[in-house]
């Protein structure tokens, strides 16, 4: 959304209104919402370049989620056209609690600039020593040719001017689950293929019925992790018959699984691949150390993301959103227990 600047708190009303209602109106449908998000235009132009002013506008809106009842909000990217617009970062993350920024690398109009990269390099560092623990360097990830209208937060962001919405699901143990029961190949990808299409096109149906005066992007259907086995990525490769992830067939494996999520027929937007999240999936944090190089040289592949520690950055080529991409962290289930996950993410203007 265009929460405006100075802040609009009427407008950023509203939005929380519409994300209570489309949370409530999932879960009557059986879909755990686990959090609620926002996603501003570029900060730089919210601010009409007034860069100074980000670490006080992302405390203000921190302070103003609670009152509305949202989660997490994301202000945006840096942009090459505004070169401080990076600097200001790590400030504005310290000055608040639950907010979000990007930073963008490379883009259509712009190339791969050099600069951005060596500045993206530079916050993920400086936001790693905000706290000891190193969290907040979740809230920040450096983004290729990402397009408006990706869910997944840090990358999510807003440029239109229709009121829009996108849905981000947690989906791995939908891949687990197809590949159990010594199911062939075949027979695991087209009940994977099937499954996606079902929760898919279930969410699309309700966000184009019972939520039709807010335009509807599409989702992000990635199989992002949850950190128990039943939803590990990790498990659903090694199901496939990788003997550990990261080992021989595990880009086979991802391939697989991707292929599926690009066959399945509902609305893409975002990502839309393979996550690999060590912190947050218990398959991956068990293999441990001696694979993660073997982790690292795959997420150089298209269609594979590798987090470790708490960086967001992440890379994933396709026809539909043509860049790379971030994960957020949203957990959600359907009622029948095998958890097409999903979350409101309103992106209004």
Same mark, same amino acid.
């Given at each position: 959304?265009?929460?405006?600047?100075?802040?609009?708190?009427?407008?950023?009303?509203?939005?929380?209104?519409?994300?209570?209602?489309?949370?409530?109106?999932?879960?009557?449908?059986?879909?755990?919402?686990?959090?609620?998000?926002?996603?501003?235009?570029?900060?730089?132009?919210?601010?009409?370049?007034?860069?100074?002013?980000?670490?006080?506008?992302?405390?203000?809106?921190?302070?103003?989620?609670?009152?509305?009842?949202?989660?997490?909000?994301?202000?945006?990217?840096?942009?090459?056209?505004?070169?401080?617009?990076?600097?200001?970062?790590?400030?504005?993350?310290?000055?608040?609690?639950?907010?979000?920024?990007?930073?963008?690398?490379?883009?259509?109009?712009?190339?791969?600039?050099?600069?951005?990269?060596?500045?993206?390099?530079?916050?993920?560092?400086?936001?790693?020593?905000?706290?000891?623990?190193?969290?907040?360097?979740?809230?920040?990830?450096?983004?290729?040719?990402?397009?408006?209208?990706?869910?997944?937060? &840090?990358?999510?962001?807003?440029? *239109?001017?229709?009121? +829009?919405? #996108? @849905?981000? %699901? /947690? $989906?791995? !143990?939908? =891949?687990?689950?197809?590949?159990?029961?010594?199911?062939?190949?075949?027979?695991?990808?087209?009940?994977?293929?099937?499954?996606?299409?079902?929760?898919?096109?279930?969410?699309?149906?309700?966000?184009?019925?019972?939520?039709?005066?807010?335009?509807?992007?599409?989702?992000?259907?990635?199989?992002?992790?949850?950190?128990?086995?039943?939803?590990?990525?990790?498990?659903?490769?090694?199901?496939?018959?990788? &003997?550990?992830?990261?080992?021989? *067939?595990?880009?086979? +494996?991802? #391939? @697989?699984? %991707? /292929? $599926?999520? !690009?066959? =399945?027929?509902?609305?893409?937007?975002?990502?839309?691949?393979?996550?690999?999240?060590?912190?947050?999936?218990?398959?991956?944090?068990?293999?441990?150390?001696?694979?993660?190089?073997?982790?690292?040289?795959?997420?150089?592949?298209?269609?594979?993301?590798?987090?470790?520690?708490?960086?967001?950055?992440?890379?994933?080529?396709?026809?539909?959103?043509?860049?790379?991409?971030?994960?957020?962290?949203?957990?959600?289930?359907?009622?029948?227990?095998?958890?097409?996950?999903?979350? #409101?993410?309103?992106?209004?203007?």
């Amino acid at each position: 959304m265009n929460p405006k600047y100075p802040l609009d708190e009427n407008a950023l009303r509203k939005a929380g209104d519409f994300l209570a209602q489309a949370k409530s109106t999932y879960e009557a449908a059986g879909y755990e919402v686990q959090t609620t998000r926002l996603a501003t235009i570029p900060f730089p132009v919210l601010l009409h370049g007034r860069l100074e002013e980000t670490p006080l506008f992302a405390q203000k809106m921190s302070e103003m989620l609670k009152q509305i009842g949202v989660a997490y909000a994301a202000l945006g990217p840096a942009l090459i056209e505004f070169p401080q617009s990076y600097e200001v970062i790590p400030e504005a993350i310290s000055a608040s609690e639950n907010i979000f920024f990007g930073g963008v690398m490379a883009d259509k109009k712009n190339g791969i600039s050099l600069q951005a990269i060596k500045a993206c390099a530079k916050i993920m560092q400086r936001a790693s020593t905000i706290t000891a623990d190193g969290f907040s360097n979740l809230r920040f990830a450096a983004l290729a040719n990402v397009r408006a209208g990706a869910p997944f937060f &840090p990358a999510a962001y807003h440029d *239109g001017d229709v009121p +829009a919405f #996108a @849905i981000a %699901t /947690e $989906a791995a !143990d939908l =891949a687990v689950n197809a590949f159990t029961e010594n199911r062939t190949l075949d027979d695991g990808r087209r009940r994977l293929i099937s499954e996606i299409e079902k929760h898919g096109q279930a969410i699309a149906q309700i966000a184009n019925t019972a939520l039709p005066y807010k335009k509807f992007v599409g989702i992000d259907f990635s199989f992002a992790p949850f950190p128990d086995d039943a939803h590990s990525l990790g498990r659903a490769v090694e199901n496939l018959g990788v &003997p550990k992830i990261g080992l021989h *067939g595990s880009l086979a +494996a991802a #391939a @697989i699984l %991707t /292929e $599926a999520v !690009d066959r =399945a027929d509902f609305p893409h937007t975002g990502f839309s691949g393979f996550m690999q999240p060590v912190l947050e999936d218990s398959v991956l944090a068990a293999r441990g150390r001696r694979n993660l190089n073997d982790k690292r040289c795959s997420a150089l592949f298209c269609g594979v993301r590798h987090r470790t520690g708490y960086s967001s950055t992440g890379g994933r080529y396709d026809r539909r959103t043509d860049g790379t991409a971030a994960a957020g962290s949203i957990r959600a289930g359907d009622a029948t227990g095998q958890a097409a996950h999903c979350a #409101a993410n309103a992106c209004s203007r």
